[in-house]
């Protein structure tokens, strides 16, 4: 079956302080992963995707980096605005879930001043 | 550009009472269209997908239904509310060339009493 597990649940930062967040994820053939960013009360806000195993997008203080078996959400020197839920998706080739998005159940990021 | 509508924002509805809620969206022609629930502790869950009008895919068996009478207009329905019907619900759109990219609405918050 295919599955998403993000973790940690929550993290709380100081201000400049980086930190990771992962996305573990069990796919019948991985079709694209996804980062999303969602504010308290609003849809979900499209970040990146990745395709394949050693690809990095960057933006900002942001960097998704790409694995077989996982993704990394790097923040660097995060700033009070960047406090958020992540959420991390992935796409299947095949299998029952095929072209549709699986989501985790996000890392609520808090970063204080 | 592409912009997505959903209304209402927010809903209170008694126990059994009948639900309908609205999601257009803009700059598009033949969008593939998404209904997803998000409840508090869980992940994004996907109800409904289409790929055209009247063409409606269920993923999980519950009460709700969804129509797309146009092409760019998805409708979510109910007959009777539960109250396990409570939750925030999400419309996304994704083109049908571009792999996975899925762009949200800002939502509809639904409590059911």
């Known amino acids: 079956e295919d599955q998403v597990t993000q973790s940690p649940e929550a993290l709380r930062l100081q201000e400049g302080e980086s930190s990771s967040l992962n996305c573990s994820y069990t796919?019948?053939?991985?079709?694209?992963l996804f980062w999303y960013r969602q504010d308290p009360g609003k849809g979900p806000e499209f970040l990146f995707t990745l395709y394949s195993a050693g690809e990095e997008k960057e933006k900002e203080r942001l960097k998704a980096t790409l694995t077989k078996k996982e993704s990394f959400l790097h923040i660097t020197a995060p700033k009070p605005e960047d406090s958020a839920t992540y959420l991390c998706a992935v796409q299947a080739y095949y299998g029952g879930s095929q072209g549709n998005l699986i989501f985790g159940k996000g890392t609520k990021l808090s970063v204080k001043p | 550009s592409q912009t997505i509508h959903q209304w209402p924002a927010t809903l209170v509805q008694p126990v059994g009472s009948p639900l309908s809620l609205e999601c257009t969206v803009e700059?598009?022609?033949?969008?593939?269209l998404y209904w997803y629930r998000q409840a508090a502790g869980r992940g994004l869950q996907l109800l409904f997908y289409s790929v055209g009008i009247g063409q409606i895919s269920s993923e999980v068996p519950q009460n709700l239904s969804a129509s797309r009478p146009q092409d760019r207009q998805f409708i979510l329905s109910s007959k009777k509310l539960l109250l396990s019907d409570s939750g925030f619900y999400l419309c996304a759109w994704s083109a049908k060339t571009a792999l996975g990219f899925q762009y949200f609405g800002p939502g509809t918050r639904l409590l059911v009493l």
């Open positions: 796919v019948s053939g991985l079709r694209g």
């Open positions: 700059g598009t022609s033949n969008p593939n």
